[in-house]
């Protein structure tokens, strides 16, 4: 096993013993904003899901209404369609099925370390 660094900087263990170059800085993008729920949708079928089951799970997530609070004031209601919503308890799982086959759009030369939504790229 050797040492590689996660990506907050904190060393993790690592198989791979031809790691060659680490960085020790990963960019977060907001995994869970981000996600196209018609790319989900036809993941979840893939998956064994059936077109309807897999319908009516991301149909919660199309034109969800979302309120704002600032200090005292309500800002809304906000029409969201795209993305999971922080903190359901559906967000991580789906986000697991929509982002396992990343991998394997990358080069052969490209490495990544995944804990739940957090994804680290390296070479």
Not at 13 to 39: H, P, R
Request: charged fraction near 20%; hydrophobic fraction near 40%; aromatic fraction near 6%.
């Amino acid at each position: 096993m050797r040492e590689t660094p996660h990506h907050d900087g904190h060393p993790v263990e690592s198989a791979d013993s031809n790691l060659t170059q680490t960085t020790t800085n990963c960019a977060k993008v907001g995994a869970y904003d981000n996600m196209v729920i018609d790319i989900l949708r036809e993941k979840l079928i893939s998956i064994g899901i059936t077109k309807r089951m897999a319908t009516n799970l991301v149909s919660m997530y199309i034109n969800r209404k979302v309120y704002i609070k600032i200090n005292d004031a309500m800002i809304g209601p906000r029409v969201i369609s795209l993305g999971l919503p922080q903190g359901s308890i559906l967000s991580l799982p789906l986000h697991i099925i929509y982002s396992s086959d990343f991998k394997s759009h990358l080069d052969q030369s490209i490495r990544i370390i995944q804990f739940a939504d957090d994804i680290c790229i390296y070479i």
